[in-house]
């Protein structure tokens, strides 16, 4: 198993004298962040259009070995909602190119992050993918609806080799042993409050063996509880439990 760990964004004040020694440049961030984890998931990518030579600094950046997943632009999910228009597919391309000749091959995964208000409809989500997702990079779909765990969903994605999300957080369900492709994407937000609370070296431990137990190919490992540095504490103990399974 090729284990990719690492967190939901590098670029945070309060990860300054905790992660990141107090004096170190805000430029040079990413560059310290890469000596320590392989793997890092972009979301400014959801938030806002990125320039391609934005994507080439941290492409050039970052040793070979690195990789980058990133979230799909919100216009997509939150705004139009998977809906396929002239200016949705215009705008895919202002998305997607930047991304792919900046990063090159070190974009290996985009996360399809859904809103819990949208259920599962696999004829939009279909359309969707004939229609606006051109490119050869894996697709993995966080559906925050409970409708989007169901065997009619499973089977659907399989057949189109995308992947589901495990996505932890007490404010929608998920489950880790649903494996639609070779390989697996796992988010943590947290397990009381999301994006804050820190998970105990317990919870760590289950997971990393749970994870061991069903072996992908390969193992997208994130997480987004990024309040005062606790996604880079559970990074590390996700990775010193796994070796101790």
């Not at 992660?19 to 392989?38: C, G, I, R, T, V």
């Not at 934005?54 to 999910?77: E, G, L, M, V």
């Not at 997607?96 to 090159?104: A, F, V």
């Amino acid at each position: 198993m090729e284990l990719l760990i690492g967190t939901a964004g590098w670029n945070y004040y309060d990860w300054k004298g905790r992660f990141y020694p107090e004096d170190l440049p805000s430029k040079q961030q990413l560059e310290y962040y890469a000596q320590h984890f392989n793997l890092v998931e972009i979301n400014v990518s959801f938030y806002r259009f990125v320039r391609e030579s934005t994507y080439k600094k941290w492409h050039d950046q970052t040793p070979d070995n690195f990789s980058f997943t990133a979230k799909i632009h919100r216009y997509f999910t939150h705004l139009k909602r998977l809906k396929v228009d002239e200016e949705v597919i215009s705008t895919w391309n202002k998305f997607i190119q930047p991304l792919t000749d900046g990063l090159r091959t070190k974009i290996k995964a985009l996360l399809l992050q859904l809103p819990p208000s949208l259920k599962a409809d696999l004829s939009l989500l279909e359309h969707w993918l004939d229609k606006v997702y051109k490119t050869e990079i894996p697709l993995f779909l966080e559906g925050r609806n409970s409708t989007w765990m169901s065997e009619e969903v499973t089977s659907f994605l399989k057949a189109r080799s995308i992947g589901f999300v495990f996505s932890h957080s007490i404010k929608w369900d998920s489950d880790p042993r649903i494996k639609t492709t070779d390989d697996v994407y796992w988010r943590f937000h947290g397990p009381e409050k999301p994006f804050y609370s820190i998970y105990s070296e317990e919870d760590m431990h289950q997971y990393a063996c749970l994870l061991k137990e069903l072996n992908p190919q390969k193992a997208f490992v994130i997480f987004n509880n990024t309040y005062r540095a606790n996604a880079v504490i559970n990074a590390n103990m996700f990775k010193e439990s796994l070796n101790a399974c």
